[in-house]
Nanobody
Framework: QVHIVQSGGGLVQPGGSLRLSCAAS????????????IGWFRQAPGKEREGISC??????EYAYSVQGRFTISADNSNNMVFLQMNSLKPEDTAVYYC?????????????????WGQGTLVTVSS
């Protein structure tokens, strides 16, 4: 079992930046997030949850809508994952989720992820 706690988010003006963080932990001996696929997903009002950026043993993926503006990174020594979001747009408004998948080659798809953070609201508005 992996426990994920998110931080960051809030209200930002269009064109602004935010950084989301998540910290993963587990009671399992020798736990390291490096063995998992990790990702960020978001769910906008009235829409389905979508994968926006993921890191797996197969590489790093970005959704077309965030490519060039968002950057995913990981601090494996501290079991943390980050999402740097720049040039934010009103359409980026959503609840953002950090997730981990036991299968290290998981695609950036909701149904492939096993453990989820609590979600954090990002609102882009003037």
């Amino acid at each position: 079992q992996v426990h994920i706690v998110q931080s960051g988010g809030g209200l930002v003006q269009p064109g602004g930046s935010l950084r989301l963080s998540c910290a993963a932990s587990s009671a399992a001996s020798g736990f390291t997030l490096e063995k998992y696929a990790i990702g960020w997903f978001r769910q906008a009002p009235g829409k389905e949850r979508e994968g926006i950026s993921c890191i797996s043993k197969g590489g790093t993926e970005y959704a077309y809508s965030v490519q060039g503006r968002f950057t995913i990174s990981a601090d494996n020594s501290n079991n943390m994952v980050f999402l740097q979001m720049n040039s934010l747009k009103p359409e980026d408004t959503a609840v953002y989720y950090c997730a981990a998948a036991q299968y290290p080659f998981a695609r950036c798809a909701e149904d492939e992820y096993d453990y989820w953070g609590q979600g954090t609201l990002v609102t882009v508005s003037s």
